[in-house]
């Protein structure tokens, strides 16, 4: 293996002390400009790179930022919404030729301890953060940390400062004070009056609302607006209501076969995910249950998958890659000094297909 060339191999190529090389290299004073040139000549011929960690040590910034992702393992294999939102945050960041620290966890709690370890190294300069959370416990770590922060999603009910894991530190040396905390935000709530107005118009009255992980500020809001807007219209709890999962297409499926097993199932069916929707659609078609005409179902975020299934099932769709680059975009517009912020992405748009239809007749209301 070539060994990687030093600001010593440079000195010695171009006839200086390392000490001018450092100097050079590091836009400082103390050679003149035909030395700095020669220097940078050199440097790019022997095809030398500056070395992170060594930056980081010195103050300067460490050239990438980080992700977290506390999800069950087994969630994100076929899951297309974070291969789409890394895709949007990977096209920015490389045009900024910053680097993506990627890390799935456990927990929160996890997150957090990463969250540290990152800032006591100086691995990153910032991080996005996703899935916020009821009492989320990480702005709060952040801010103690002075870690710039963008929050995909929009945040829930801050946790009280116990709630924060781990004990406290110190400020970092490069300034006190909390760092920024921007967010980019959907908006769910809307996205969810969407789906119940066109199902609602179609004559369905009992729907149930296939749901995500509970404790994600997303996942409450859709719910709550799915309460809200059933309300609006008259329908109470026993016609409309939601049952939570992981995400996972096991979980989908197993939650859908319990609410059509029961005395008076539901006629229309709107899940959290393509994945779950798919499951949810194959266990119908198990069941002897035709789609759309005895059950329509919605899927939360389109992707190949609701395009390729039969019948292709109606979906929110939304610009998923649009808003890993619009989080990227707020994060380095963070880095380089500007205010924080919240920045909103375009709302998501229903699509109907062919999975959903008039309710059946002669249901009981």
Known sequence: MARRPTIKDIARRAGVSESAVSFALNDRPGVSRDTRARIRRVAEELGWQANSA??????????????????????????????????????????????????VVEDVDAECAVYRRWWAERRVDGVLVVDPRTGDPRPALLAELGLPAVTIGEP???????????????GPSTGAGASPVSSVRADDAGAMAQVLEHLH????????????????????????????EAERRGLGPDHVRSV????SDAE??????????????????????????????????????????????????????????????????????????????????VLA???????ESERPR????????????????
């Open 54 to 103: 060594a930056r980081a040590l010195s103050g300067e910034r460490s050239g990438a930022v980080g992700l977290v992702l506390a999800r069950p393992a087994h969630t994100l294999g076929v899951e297309s919404f974070f291969l789409q939102l890394v895709s949007g945050i990977q096209e920015v960041l490389s045009a900024a030729r910053t680097a993506l620290l990627f890390q």
């Open 156 to 170: 829930g009910p801050p946790a009280g400062p116990s709630a924060v894991p781990g004990p406290s530190v110190p």
């Open 201 to 228: 118009g179609l004559g369905h009255r009992r729907i149930v609302h296939i749901a995500g992980l509970p404790g994600l500020a997303h996942t409450v809001r859709r719910m709550e607006s799915l309460r809200a």
């Open 244 to 247: 939570v999962t992981d995400y």
């Open 252 to 333: 989908g499926a197993a939650a859908t076969r319990r609410v059509l097993a029961e005395p008076r199932p539901p006629t229309a069916l709107v899940y959290d995910n393509d994945v779950m929707a798919v499951a949810g659609s194959a266990v119908a078609a198990e069941l002897g249950i035709p789609v759309p005409h005895r059950l329509s179902i919605v899927a939360w975020d389109d992707s190949a998958l609701c395009r390729v299934t039969h019948p292709r099932l109606t979906a929110l769709v939304r610009d998923t890659a649009g808003f890993g680059r619009l989080a990227a975009e707020e994060l380095l517009s």
């Open 337 to 343: 000094g500007g205010p924080a912020g919240v920045r």
């Open 350 to 365: 229903l699509e109907p297909r062919e999975s959903t239809a008039p309710a059946p007749a002669h249901t009981d209301s």
